[in-house]
Each structure stands twice: as C-alpha cells, then as structure tokens.
T-cell receptor, first 114, second 113 residues
Framework: QQQVKQSPQSLIVQKGGISIINCAYE??????FPWYQQFPGKGPALLIA?????SEKKEGRFTISFNKSAKQFSLHIMDSQPGDSATYFC?????????????FGTGTRLTVIP | DSGVTQTPKHLITATGQRVTLRCSPR?????VYWYQQSLDQGLQFLIQ???????AKGNILERFSAQQFPDLHSELNLSSLELGDSALYFC????????????FGSGTRLTVV
C-alpha cells in the first residue's frame, strides 16, 4: 500500500512558469513532510521540508503548501528554470517516536523547457 | 559530495549470486537507512539501523539482510539474486533516531543478468 500518493507522474513546464506537484497521505501520525530533488545518476537531495504546525513554508523559489485537514501537501516551484529539471519526491514520516523511516511518493519527473 | 559514501557504484552479476553493498554514513550520523529504487516502484524502504541495532524493517525480502558495524558503516547483503532485483540501492543517514531529513549517497546500480 502506497503511504504517500504523488501526482502528476510527469510534468512539462515552460521556463518562467510555475510547477506544481501534489501529494496526499492517510496516516495522521505523520508529522514531517520533506521534498527531495533527484538528478539522473545522483541520490535524492533534501530540498525543503515542513511540519504540520504551519500551512506554508518558502525557501527561495520553492514553497510547500500544507493542508492538514485534507491530508495534502504540495510543492510549488516559481519561475521554473531548465536547471530545475529533475525528479521530485514527496515523503512523510513519523518523527516523534520509534523508527522514522520516510515513506516516499512515486516521484514526478519535471522537465522545464527553455 | 553528500558525505554518505556508497560502494560499488555499479555492479553486474548473474542470477543466483550474492552481492554485498557498502555504505559509510556522514561523520557523526548514527542512523542508516537502505532504500531500493526501481522504475516502477519508486523509493522503497528496506531497513534502518541505529548505532548498530536494527530499528525498522520495510519491504525487505528474506533473501536480503543488512548489518551496521561498530564503526557505523553498513552493509546490505543480497543473495539468490533474481532479475527483478535489478535496481538502484540507496543508503541514507541521519544524526538522530527520530525526526530530521536524510542525506543520501549516490547509490549502487545493481544489474542482475
């Protein structure tokens, strides 16, 4: 069973446009929601993360929006650039007690067209 | 360089064989996680070790095993390999038992022929 559902599977955006990737989860015990960026041949790298006590977090051109009641969160990439072309994974974990292994979404392959 | 070192980078082996993948976590990180990444399954959690002890198991096959040594490096052993085991295997580490983000290594690409 996929603990975190991610959409779309692939996304093509023009340079300067906004890229939006959505994720949904079921487990209300999740309390840590990171996004990872992966370039071909590399391991995923932490991009930005949010905890459920805030509804939005912004770092540069990257923003996470979090809707606790809907159990959804999304990544917005403003002014998308060709260098942003990569695969993006959302994830979730229970950070407070016990094992905190991350459950990943299936990934979104973003292509930014110059 | 993320600070998490995985060796080898590439591995080609035949079905039925056994291989060992190695991971050295970032300096000071006590938790090590292993993930399998295949095209159709995304990143699947296999197993977590914290300071030498197994802490959590995910979708790890019985043919697979892992351990973390006193110097905190970890090894993932894959035996009786099948074609379907071909995938990227990632190791990640964190400094804490709970909470926080992972730092991933560059992975080992395993090809079973």
């Amino acid at each position: 069973q996929q603990q975190v559902k991610q959409s779309p599977q692939s996304l093509i955006v023009q340079k300067g446009g906004i890229s939006i990737i959505n994720c949904a989860y079921e487990n209300t015990a999740f309390d840590y929601f990171p996004w990872y960026q992966q370039f071909p041949g590399k391991g995923p790298a932490l991009l930005i993360a949010i905890r459920p006590d805030v509804s939005e977090k912004k770092e540069g051109r990257f923003t996470i929006s979090f809707n606790k009641s809907a159990k959804q969160f999304s990544l917005h990439i403003m002014d998308s650039q060709p260098g942003d072309s990569a695969t993006y994974f959302c994830a979730a974990s229970r950070g407070q007690t016990g094992a905190n292994n991350l459950f990943f979404g299936t990934g979104t392959r973003l292509t930014v067209i110059p | 360089d993320s600070g998490v070192t995985q060796t080898p980078k590439h591995l080609i082996t035949a079905t039925g064989q056994r291989v060992t993948l190695r991971c050295s976590p970032r300096s000071g990180d006590l938790s090590v996680y292993w993930y399998q990444q295949s095209l159709d399954q995304g990143l699947q959690f296999l197993i977590q070790y914290y300071n030498g002890e197994e802490r959590a198991k995910g979708n790890i096959l019985e043919r697979f095993s892992a351990q973390q040594f006193p110097d905190l490096h970890s090894e993932l052993n894959l035996s009786s390999l099948e074609l379907g085991d071909s995938a990227l295997y990632f190791c990640a580490s964190t400094s804490t038992l709970t909470g926080g983000g992972y730092t991933f290594g560059s992975g080992t690409r395993l090809t079973v022929v």
